[in-house]
Nanobody, 126 residues
Framework: VQLQASGGGLVQPGGSLRLACTGS????????VAWFRQAPGKEREFVIV????????SYAQSVKGRFSVSRDNAKNTVYLQMNSLKPEDTAVYYC????????????????????WGQGTQVTVSS
């Protein structure tokens, strides 16, 4: 099983990026997929989750109204759309997957996820 995160890069404040997480060896149609990020010297933090079966997606307050997540099961890919980017969004972004639909209170914990991508760097700077 592998998760491949892509789409990172350098963007100016206020700009947008779309990250993609593509799975191989598993079918996202049976998984909840989340995005986390880790800035230098900081712990990995939860960003947003796309829960299996749909419904409302949980997200960190710091990205509310700016980030959104979607999936394309036919392409076995989950997308993170990031708008109105700020310098404080600079981090390595990781996708993670867990089978099924975990309870809402657990989705922000790194411990519940079985599979992780390698990360993609996002730098927001002028």
């Amino acid at each position: 099983v592998q998760l491949q995160a892509s789409g990172g890069g350098l963007v100016q404040p206020g700009g947008s990026l779309r990250l993609a997480c593509t799975g191989s060896g598993l079918s996202f149609s049976g998984y909840t997929v989340a995005w986390f990020r880790q800035a230098p010297g900081k712990e990995r933090e939860f960003v947003i989750v796309n829960r299996l079966g749909g419904g409302s997606n949980s997200y960190a307050q710091s990205v509310k109204g700016r980030f959104s997540v979607s999936r394309d099961n036919a392409k076995n890919t989950v997308y993170l759309q990031m708008n109105s980017l700020k310098p404080e969004d600079t981090a390595v972004y990781y996708c993670a997957a867990v089978p099924g639909r975990p309870i809402t209170s657990s989705v922000s914990s790194t411990q519940i996820y079985d599979y992780w991508g390698q990360g993609t760097q996002v730098t927001v700077s002028s």
